[in-house]
Antibody, heavy 122, light 111 residues
Framework: VQLVESGGGLVQPGRSMRLSCAAS????????MHWVRQAPGKGLEWVAVIWSDGNKKYGSNEYYTDSVTGRFTISRDNSKNTLFLQMTSLRAEDTAIYYC???????????WGQGTLVTVSS | QSALTQPDSVSGSPGQSITISCTGTARDVGGYNFVSWHQQHPGEAPKLIIYDVSDRPSGVSNRFSGSKSGNTASLTISGLQAEDEAEYYC???????????FGTGTTVTVL
């Protein structure tokens, strides 16, 4: 299993950014996928999940933590084995390393990428 | 979001056993068996070491074990080794709107 994030960098407050996570070594379409972030020197914070098409556990395919609901959108392209996180209206408090992670079955984040740093600053 | 509560730090000598607690509520740790533990070394990505309260992924040392009682989950590291020095995070599904929550993190130091 390999997960490689990209797309991070410096962005001004209020602007948008899209992160990608390229997956390999497993059948991507069969697994739910998460985004988790970690602000500099801080703990882990769950951001969002997108389930596999055949495993909509709770009635919807995507869920978000409260602080990003309405601003972030998680999506996936199973034909390209890629996970995305579209981030809009970015705030300073969104500054963090963003990790993608695979869901083993139900809320077990069993494989993680190396992360991509997003810095929101003017 | 309300993070699960962990001690800031735990330490032990090589060969000893240590236990890290993770305290939540009936809406997360106490209500579901979707409790995991992750190990994170400085500058690295987290690594899953325990899932579903007490299951170990293949390749993870059996020196790591997990349990739960009521609203508190615990991670025990037996036969402490220098390589176990790291940050440890618990996590759980929650019935709150945020759906998934991590603990505050515990720094393990091997004396």
């Amino acid at each position: 299993v390999q997960l490689v994030e990209s797309g991070g960098g410096l962005v001004q407050p209020g602007r948008s950014m899209r992160l990608s996570c390229a997956a390999s070594g497993f059948t991507f379409r069969n697994y739910g996928m998460h985004w988790v972030r970690q602000a500099p020197g801080k703990g882990l914070e769950w951001v969002a999940v997108i389930w596999s098409d055949g495993n909509k556990k709770y009635g919807s395919n995507e869920y978000y933590t409260d602080s990003v609901t309405g601003r972030f959108t998680i999506s996936r392209d199973n034909s390209k084995n890629t996970l995305f996180l579209q981030m809009t209206s970015l705030r300073a408090e969104d500054t963090a390393i963003y990790y993608c992670a695979r869901d083993l079955d139900h809320w077990e984040l069993d494989s993680w990428g190396q992360g991509t740093l997003v810095t929101v600053s003017s | 979001q309300s993070a699960l509560t962990q001690p800031d730090s735990v330490s032990g000598s090589p060969g000893q056993s240590i236990t890290i607690s993770c305290t939540g509520t009936a809406r997360d740790v106490g209500g579901y068996n979707f409790v995991s533990w992750h190990q994170q070394h400085p500058g690295e990505a987290p690594k899953l070491i325990i899932y579903d309260v007490s299951d170990r992924p293949s390749g993870v040392s059996n020196r790591f074990s997990g349990s739960k009682s009521g609203n508190t989950a615990s991670l025990t590291i037996s036969g402490l080794q220098a390589e176990d020095e790291a940050e440890y995070y618990c996590s759980s599904y929650t019935s709150r709107s945020t759906l998934y929550v991590f603990g505050t993190g515990t720094t393990v130091t091997v004396l």
